[in-house]
């Protein structure tokens, strides 16, 4: 029930007090968006002025944002890798913080095929766990109740390493898992999940997934919310529910755990909780067993009321298939957030997915924007756009400057400007620049995958074959989904073409080639399936640019699309396919990064 009058905020009626002190935070950043955004970059600048990076750029003690634009260059992550890596060999001097670096955070995003090392400092927990704690306060003003019962997340700790000066290196998820933040969290019955620490900690992705399921089917009928990070992950719970029902049921009838998992600190836990229950089990039998699993999110757990998942960007593509699963259960984007920085949240958690815009908090770091034109003068010197004067309509990429010492960094990501919540603008997320494929969080561009296929065709060079035109898509209609790459290949000789064997292994060679992110997916997560190649026949590549001619394209600019997703070119692609072929094993992966 909403609190009295007094505590309301223009957002709507606070479910609590707590919600409404939140609430009334939102407000007052956003309200205030500009000086809160000056006086971050002042806290920034004279805080890490002792650092060797910023010296560089003779700042004298000036924290105004002129002079800070004037002097600091915009950067990506290449021209900062030479510092990056003294600090992972162990230079503990303040090269780009002015406070010690506590970890690093690795990016999906890959640099030469490894995975980005982003530094951060201790303190940026406390940054990430502020915009956590806003998340559930804005959800109550739309979905009531949500104290009355659980949340089953499915929640992943992934590999971490350590660098050559002995700073551990691992994704942001993973770090804030294994944080006191959320280990020790204090108890708020908004915001109570089924999945116990103990599953969600369990590096072995298997027995955590069991655990996790397990334990959200015991209390099925409590289950209010469903969300795992990104919409794929969500599904490959499905999937493995649909592969591991019958022993999941088994546990449950016998009140015994399955023997699979050997992980003690679960076994404990599901010791006190695991008791014979016939009912359950016959319902799980009866409801998995049928063909039909139309709806079965909102049959298994039949008080759900939304889905918690990532279904903005290249999640977008999993939007049926989660339909089709969940009856059409609304689906709720809540925040926005990366390695490198936590930027905001959806003040409109149950919008539709096309109409998901986050909300740029402006205390999490400060931010630029560097206006988004793909035909402007390469030359010229694009001017960036504070965040208070971006233009509803326009699409920018994103720069920031955080307290870890990143700045003015070119973050990668492409967003639209919807509108503003007060001063503060409202993005919608439109893409990551310069990304193809992605299943996951595996993020392959264009010259990754002309990379994979040029190593692949060397497997080729020996039966007088080379690859004269491809193109790809991420198929996600299979769980897990994966890559589909389409070849079109010239023989010299037809009675040495090369064997079905040979193209197989092809598939496995561009998967050895693909980033440590891909292959880390494939061999760790089970999150994206053996890769796929296609070959078409000969004069393929020819029809499709007659098609696109036909459709207004210029013969002269045309240019074979390296990436399709429109439903009547892929079509006439698989009308054309001769012979399909599968990465026949992993490609080789290890946590360890290259030295």
């Known amino acids: 029930m909403a609190v009295d009058s007094i505590l309301s905020s223009p957002l709507g009626p606070p479910a609590c007090e707590k919600d409404a002190k939140a609430l009334r935070f939102i407000e007052e950043m956003t309200r205030n968006a500009d000086s809160v955004q000056e006086n971050i970059l002042a806290e920034i600048l004279t805080r890490n002025a002792p650092t060797e990076y910023l010296k560089r750029f003779e700042l004298d003690g000036s924290t105004d944002r002129q002079t800070f634009k004037s002097k600091v260059p915009m950067i990506t992550y290449e021209d900062l890798e030479p510092e990056i ?13 002015a406070h010690p670096i506590s970890e690093f955070l690795t990016s999906s995003g890959t640099s030469a095929g490894e995975r980005k090392l982003m530094p951060t400092i201790q303190e940026e927990l406390d940054r990430r766990q502020l915009l956590y704690s806003l998340l559930m306060p804005v959800m109550n003003l739309y979905v009531p109740g949500l104290d009355k019962g659980k949340g089953l997340y499915f929640l992943f700790v992934k590999s971490e390493t350590h660098t050559p000066g002995g700073l551990l290196a691992r994704p942001v998820l993973t770090s804030y898992y294994k944080s006191d933040h959320f280990k020790t969290r204090p108890y708020d019955p908004y915001n109570v999940y089924t999945s116990p620490n103990e599953a969600i900690l369990c590096s072995d992705s298997f027995q955590s997934m069991y655990s996790q ?3 959200g089917l015991l209390e099925r009928q409590q289950v209010l919310r469903l969300g795992a990070i990104f919409a794929s992950g969500l599904l490959r719970a ?11 049921a088994q546990d449950i009838e016998t009140g015994s755990l399955s023997d699979r998992i050997i992980d003690q600190s679960i076994r404990s836990f599901m010791a006190k909780v695991l008791k014979p229950d016939q009912d359950l089990a016959d319902f799980i039998r009866r409801e998995c067993s049928k063909e039909n699993w139309e709806g079965i999110i909102s049959r298994i757990w039949p008080n759900t009321k939304y889905l918690d998942v990532i279904v903005t960007g290249a999640m977008a593509q999993y939007i049926p298939t989660l339909d089709y699963y969940s009856g059409g259960l609304p689906l709720a984007c809540t925040m926005y957030a990366s390695s490198e920085c936590y930027f905001g949240l959806n003040l409109n958690p149950m919008c539709k997915p096309s109409e998901v ?15 988004h034109e793909p035909n402007s003068n390469p030359d010229s010197t694009p001017k960036l756009v504070d965040l208070v004067d971006v233009e509803v309509g326009k699409e920018y990429e994103l720069v920031i ?4 010492g990143l700045y003015r960094y070119r973050v990668g990501d492409i967003l639209r400007v919807t509108g503003f919540h007060n001063s503060a603008p409202q993005f919608h997320f439109v893409r990551r620049k310069n990304v193809l494929l992605s299943i996951d969080s595996d993020k392959t561009d264009e010259a990754e995958l002309q990379k994979a296929i040029q190593n692949a065709s060397e497997l080729l060079t020996k039966f007088d074959t080379r690859v004269v035109e491809y193109t790809s898509y991420a198929n996600t209609k299979t769980i897990p989904g994966h890559y589909v790459i389409y070849w079109e290949l010239l023989t010299k ?27 880390q997916c494939r061999v760790e997560c089970n999150s994206i399936g053996p890769l796929e190649i296609r070959v078409v026949k000969s004069g393929t590549f020819e029809e499709l640019m ?20 429109f439903t009547p070119i892929m079509e006439l692609l698989d009308s054309r396919v001769v012979s399909s072929h599968f990465s026949p094993a992993l490609p080789r992966w290890t946590s360890e990064r290259r030295r």
């Open 357 to 371: 815009s986050y909300t740029i908090m402006p205390n999490m770091a400060y931010f630029e924007f560097l206006p």
């Open 401 to 404: 400057t955080t307290y870890a």
């Open 238 to 248: 499905i999937k493995f529910l649909q592969v591991n029902w019958f022993q999941l």
């Open 213 to 215: 399921m397990l334990a």
């Open 493 to 519: 000789d037809s009675s040495n073409s090369p064997s079905e064997n040979i193209l197989n292994q092809c598939c496995l060679a561009m998967e050895e080639s693909l980033s440590s992110v891909y292959r």
């Open 85 to 97: 890596q003294r600090i992972a060999n162990g230079d503990r001097s303040p090269i780009l913080s």
């Open 546 to 565: 007659d098609y696109a001619i036909s459709r207004g394209a210029s013969i002269n600019q045309y240019k074979v699309p390296r990436c399709v997703n």
